[in-house]
């Protein structure tokens, strides 16, 4: 059976000196329609590249087996297109607002939430919504599927089966009530974000991952009958971060470079390297930055300047795992 591609304009609205923001969904779709449906969104932040990449791999592989697709697909690649073509993770206008911070939005207001209103009206309804997100500068992560803990009885099966390394239940707080992913849980419309890390190795690499994992996840809700190679023998194994106490935060104590070992994805124990920060004028090691406790490195900081507190990694208490 062929799939039917239909693009579609979601919002536009008029930005300064004559620009347009106009957001839009390509949808994927066998030619009877199909059952079910799934929305994958990027771009919400325009600094964050990563998720061009795994739609681009998502959108592909549909195209090259079209046989194996019986349900709908949107994909809604650049959000904050503005953003995305200057790499500003803001919405770039003279308020330089954060679109995640902005959502349900509403069909009166500014131009922000305008566009954000028209977005979650658009996909509410959705089987599953997946907002891709990529670590920020400075920074890497594990491949992560992330969610609020008021949510997280009936979305951690929904996230297992995403075959992540890591699930990080977020506690209740204010500023997460006004993302895209809050809102349309509030709604009714189940919804995650997914954590992808292009800083540290090439992204085709990690991309794939998450890519195989969407393909996973529609192989779980009947979208996809396709092969899936990448999904782990026992989902029920992937750590769990359902407790703050459960991370330790590592933070260095002096100005310099920070020069890190390769950690990210490995459990180490209390006292193991994890860098050091180097002071080049003078051609010493100012510190050595040791592991508090035996944990898994799921957020790890890459070489770049640091300051007294600047965060090195985020470490899950294997204790707790």
Known sequence: M????????????????????????????????????????????????????????????????????????????????????????????????DMNRAFPGTPDGTALE????????????????????????????????????????????EARALCPE???????????????????CEAGTPALILEADERRRRPQDISEHVVEGIFCKMKDMGLWTGDTVKAPARVEDIPCIRAQDNVRRVTCEHPGVYVPMDRIG?????????????????????????SPVDGLVFSQRSYSAVYPGTLIARLYRKEHA
């Open 166 to 184: 890591l699930i990080w239940v977020y506690p209740d707080k204010i500023s997460y009530s006004a993302s895209l992913t809050s809102s349309l």
């Open 266 to 290: 490995s459990y180490v124990e209390e006292g193991q390297l994890l860098g050091v920060v180097i002071d080049a004028l003078e051609g010493v090691a100012l510190e050595e930055v040791l």
């Open 114 to 157: 305008g566009m954000c209103y028209r977005i979650v009206q658009d996909m509410l309804g959705a089987d599953l919504v997946l907002d891709i997100h990529t670590s920020t500068q400075n920074k890497s992560e594990l491949y992560e599927v992330r969610m609020n803990a008021r949510d997280a009885e009936r979305m951690i099966p």
């Open 2 to 97: 062929a799939v039917v591609k239909e693009i579609t304009t979601v919002g536009s609205v008029t930005m300064p000196i004559n620009e347009k923001w106009t957001v839009r969904r390509c949808r994927y779709a066998p030619e009877d329609g199909g059952q079910g449906r799934l929305c994958i969104a990027t771009g919400i932040h325009g600094d964050e590249m990563m998720g061009q990449l795994i739609v681009y791999g998502v959108a592909r592989r549909i195209m090259e087996q079209p046989q194996h697709l019986h349900g709908v697909v949107d994909i809604y690649p650049m959000l904050n297109a503005l953003g995305l073509d200057i790499g500003e993770r803001m919405e770039p206008s003279s308020t330089l607002l």
